[in-house]
């Protein structure tokens, strides 16, 4: 296949393919760049050449994904790949780990809704630090209303990750609204009403229909 001729340093030359030389107009060691075959004739070979680094580079991700592969097969427990474990050293996760500890003082609920919560946002798919811990990172979070930052130094785990599991939690949970919250129907809303105005002894709570945090 041949072009119109080319000019590389002052030497008309005509450009072709699959033409070898030993001499080079790239790097002068005869494996990149341009080759011509001779000063007089010109021809230039265009082939393409792997490049070392770019080689190297695949070899390093070819590499990596191997040891991923083989690192979520050693960490497979319980149906689930883990690519954390919950650190039990951390003062927090202490209070979780033990059983007969109180939870309302650090998370605002009771063990009992921690485990709730815990085994209906569970799934076959979910990986990563585990669903307990996402929960707990959730709730410490929101009873507490600290920074990205803060939460993580008290889970140690790194704020990125605070930020990605509120929001893969609070998703989970806005799927599951109608199973978590239930709000009362037009019939019986007189009648909480009603119950309202006795507890605070007056008739300005006759539209209430709830308490938060309270």
């Given at each position: 296949?041949?072009?119109?001729?080319?000019?590389?340093?002052?030497?008309?030359?005509a450009?072709?393919?699959g033409?070898?030389?030993?001499?080079?107009?790239?790097n002068?060691?005869?494996?990149?760049?341009?080759?011509?075959?001779?000063p007089?004739?010109?021809?230039?070979?265009?082939?393409?050449?792997?490049?070392?680094?770019?080689?190297?580079m695949?070899?390093?991700n070819?590499?990596?994904?191997?040891?991923?592969?083989?690192?979520a097969?050693?960490?497979?427990?319980?149906?689930?790949?883990?690519?954390?474990?919950?650190?039990?050293?951390?003062?927090?996760?202490?209070?979780?780990?033990?059983?007969?500890?109180?939870?309302?003082?650090?998370?605002?609920?009771?063990?009992?809704?921690?485990v709730?919560?815990?085994q209906?946002?569970?799934?076959?798919?979910?990986?990563?630090?585990?669903?307990?811990?996402?929960?707990?990172?959730?709730?410490y979070?929101?009873?507490?209303?600290?920074?990205?930052?803060?939460?993580?130094?008290?889970?140690?785990?790194?704020?990125?990750?605070?930020?990605?599991?509120?929001?893969?939690?609070?998703g989970?949970?806005?799927?599951?609204?109608?199973?978590?919250?239930?709000?009362?129907?037009?019939?019986?809303?007189?009648?909480?009403a009603?119950?309202?105005?006795?507890?605070?002894?007056?008739p300005a709570?006759?539209?209430?229909?709830?308490?938060?945090?309270?």
């Amino acid at each position: 296949m041949k072009f119109p001729p080319l000019r590389v340093k002052g030497i008309n030359t005509a450009a072709s393919f699959g033409t070898a030389s030993p001499l080079s107009a790239g790097n002068g060691n005869g494996r990149h760049g341009v080759q011509l075959t001779s000063p007089s004739v010109g021809c230039i070979d265009l082939r393409c050449y792997p490049s070392p680094v770019a080689g190297a580079m695949a070899r390093s991700n070819r590499r990596r994904r191997r040891l991923r592969r083989i690192l979520a097969m050693c960490q497979w427990q319980g149906g689930k790949g883990l690519y954390m474990q919950l650190n039990a050293t951390a003062p927090i996760l202490a209070v979780y780990a033990n059983p007969e500890a109180c939870l309302k003082k650090d998370f605002r609920v009771k063990r009992s809704s921690v485990v709730y919560l815990v085994q209906m946002l569970s799934s076959p798919k979910d990986h990563g630090w585990g669903q307990d811990i996402e929960v707990l990172v959730l709730l410490y979070s929101l009873a507490h209303g600290l920074s990205l930052s803060v939460v993580g130094s008290a889970f140690g785990i790194p704020k990125s990750t605070v930020h990605r599991i509120i929001k893969h939690v609070t998703g989970k949970i806005k799927a599951n609204l109608k199973t978590l919250i239930s709000l009362p129907t037009p019939d019986e809303l007189p009648e909480i009403a009603d119950g309202f105005c006795q507890l605070a002894k007056s008739p300005a709570f006759h539209r209430a229909a709830g308490a938060i945090d309270g």
